[in-house]
């Protein structure tokens, strides 16, 4: 009788354990379902957005001579959320040199802003830049707006997939450690680790849609190679007020500064985004970047 109940009570935990689990991923809706079908895109959805994978596998990616995986920098993407009425699309394209205005001119003529181009490295062979857009409507137009540029990115390229046959399948550096001087868990992709950290202390929204860190309001880093030596690169998301403190707190702890933009051009407070890199120890490089973080969200420099 004891083993029948115990059966029975393994059971229905089993069933509960698997109900929460269900209940705590979040199912692709129908409109954004046909989206990625319609893009022939994979992506996820959490925390409402829908995120668009568009990671640049074609190219062969060196900083410096250092030769680097996708997942550490080279990966595009565009988001989209329900705002009030409509959806609101955001993304980051990864391009390179000859792909620029092709892309640009495929999104202006079908109704997509651009709203930024700038570069994340400096000495990257080949040489990308990193094109911002942004427009609203339904999924399903958006979609289709958005399609020709994207279907231009990566043609008549013949370049070594990123990290062929080269990369680790895992990080090759204490990341328990790194998570601790950061104060945030982060991810593995392959070899990189990356921690993204959220801007929530500010409350943006456009068209009644929260621009969360799904959406890129975000700060964060990846780091990829050894615990004696490592890379790191990542973007910092910052209030005008925070510029300055940030680029100190990079330089006093060794990271290049190598951009410094917007990424929206409407948002109230604007918010700006520096790109930075850095070699050395992989601890030296997260308290670098910890330096950093540490001089967003003060007192005094929230969005009132």
Request: proline letters at 6%; a neutral charge.
């Amino acid at each position: 009788m004891k083993m029948k109940l115990s059966r029975v009570a393994s059971a229905t935990i089993a069933v509960l354990l698997a109900t929460c689990a269900a209940s705590l991923a979040q199912e692709v809706p129908p409109p954004y379902k046909d989206v990625l079908t319609f893009l022939g895109k994979t992506g996820d959805f959490k925390a409402n957005v829908l995120k668009v994978n568009i990671p640049r596998n074609d190219l062969s990616m060196t900083i410096a001579g250092t030769k680097l995986p996708t997942a550490f920098g080279f990966g595009g993407w565009i988001a989209f959320t329900k705002g009030t009425g409509v959806d609101v699309m955001m993304g980051d394209l990864v391009l390179t040199q000859d792909e620029v205005n092709p892309v640009m001119s495929a999104l202006l003529d079908n109704g997509i802003d651009v709203t930024a181009l700038h570069n994340h490295f400096f000495w990257d062979e080949p040489h990308v830049y990193y094109m911002h857009v942004h427009a609203h409507g339904a999924p399903m137009d958006l979609a289709k707006k958005v399609k020709p540029a994207l279907d231009l990115i990566g043609k008549g390229r013949t370049a070594t997939p990123s990290g062929a046959g080269t990369a680790p399948a895992q990080p090759g550096f204490d990341t328990g450690k790194i998570a601790k001087i950061v104060g945030h868990d982060g991810e593995a992709s392959g070899a990189v680790y990356k921690i993204t950290v959220g801007r929530d202390d500010l409350k943006i929204t456009e068209m009644g849609a929260p621009i969360n860190a799904r959406m890129g309001l975000n700060t964060w880093a990846a780091i990829v190679g050894t615990d004696q030596s490592a890379s790191i690169a990542g973007d910092v998301a910052m209030l005008a007020t925070e510029v300055q403190p940030v680029l100190k707190a990079l330089r006093k702890n060794g990271l290049d500064v190598v951009a410094i933009h917007q990424h929206m051009t409407t948002t109230q407070p604007t918010v700006f985004f520096l790109h930075y890199w850095g070699t050395g120890p992989a601890d030296k490089l997260a308290a670098g970047f910890k330096a950093a973080l540490d001089q967003l969200g003060k007192s005094g420099t929230k969005n009132p």
